[in-house]
Every structure is written in C-alpha cells, then in structure tokens.
C-alpha cells in the first residue's frame, strides 16, 4: 500500500483499458452532508475493492466510482492508506451490525446466544460482494500491519462478546466454564461462524433460506452441549 495519493492516481479522469475499462459511476454528489460523502466514499472503496482486489482501489477509481474529484478525496482523507483502513473497518462494523442489534430484544442467556449466532449468519452470510470485498483485504494482511492490526481487533473483539454469551449461557445451564474453557468454545464456535459464512457467500444458491443460520445454531449447540433450538428450527 502506498503512503500517500499516489501520483499515478492523480492523472486526469477519463479512463484507459489500461485502468481495467469504464467503471460505472455512482451518483453525482449533491447536497449531502459531510458525513453521507465520506460514507459514499467508503462504499466505493469497498465497491471498487470487491471487483479487483486491493490494487484495483486506485484515488482514480474510487473518485470515478463515486462520481467525484480525486481531490475531494483529499479533502475527506489525508492518505490512500487512510481511506483503505477507514474502509476495512467500516466493513467489519457491517459484518457485525446486526449481530449487535440482535441482542437488544433477545431473553434468557441461551435464547441470546442463539439470537446473536442467526444474526452473525443472517443475509449478510448469503452476500456475495461482501464476501468478495473481504477477500481483497485478506491478502494484504500479512504486509500491511495498520490493517492486520484492524482485523486482530475486531477479531479478538467478537470472541469477547462471543466468549461472554457463552459464559452466561453455560452459568445458567448450571456449568460455569473457567477462562480457558471458554477461550477454546470461542475460538471452536467462531471457526464454524466462520466457515459457513465463507461457504455462503461463496456459493449461496446451493442453500435454502435461512439454512446457513440453523446449521450454525445446530453446530455451535452441538459443540457446547445445549439447548439453543427455537421456533422455526431445522429438525
């Protein structure tokens, strides 16, 4: 990744098979406030990332994609580098948000597991651009550390919550884990999350409504010994 807007990205708009063809554009900028044209922003990023990988997010790209100046650009992030971050992490808040959201009107601690694990493989487990815009970020993981550093917090972030709502579910199952215990539940439970989100995104024709979310209730139930069925559940 490039410190700074690169200078190949600067270069007048209009496009050349060289920059990979024509990409349509969003919709022109018109009165939105500042935060709605950094959010636009972000989502072309994302957009642009999702079709090509990380080397396709050029400053010329995304300002296209946006229907923008690459200066505007500049003026809502100082770097390249900053909007990719900005961007990653905006991702991870989407992946997560409904998870969240789920846990406001759930009950007892095993019916809030069980809610937070449908919602962590709702419809974004079915979504193929979000998967694929996943995918651009997970190959500069390993060469970028302000962007692995981004992907362990959210990571170690979602075990937490994940680690609590198995602690309170095995407590009021009368099994109070230890520290450990539960290290190894959240690391096993989010693998299966994991995979099966993976497995959607990728294929998401090969499975029913739904399905994605009652397999990973079933498994994550299998793998800690109860009950977290409710209505509407695979038999």
Sequence with gaps: ???????????????????????APRKPFRNEG??????????????????????????????????VTQGLIRHYFPSKDHLIEVAYQALMDRLTEDSQAALAHAGDPCRRLGAFVRAVLGAHATDP?????????????????????????????????????????????????DSPTLRRHGIAATAVLDGLWL????????????????????????????????EGSLT
């Design 1 to 23: 990744m490039s410190s700074d807007l690169d200078a190949k990205d600067q270069r007048p708009m209009g496009g050349s098979p060289k920059d990979g063809g024509p990409v």
């Design 34 to 67: 500042e935060e709605a044209r950094r959010a636009a922003l972000i989502a072309a990023t994302l957009d642009c990332i999702g079709e090509g990988g990380l080397q396709a997010a050029t400053v010329r790209a995304i300002a296209r994609r946006a229907g």
């Design 129 to 177: 651009a979000l998967l694929a815009a996943w995918a651009g970020f997970v190959g500069a993981l390993h060469r970028a550390p302000r962007l692995r550093a981004i992907h362990a917090a959210n990571y170690l972030g979602f075990r937490e919550q994940l680690d609590a709502l198995i602690g309170a579910a095995l407590a009021d199952a009368g099994r109070a884990a």
């Design 199 to 230: 497995e959607g995104g990728l294929l998401p024709e090969a499975f029913e409504p739904s399905e994605i979310a009652e397999l990973g209730l079933r498994a994550v139930a299998a793998l800690l010994g109860l009950d977290l069925a409710s």
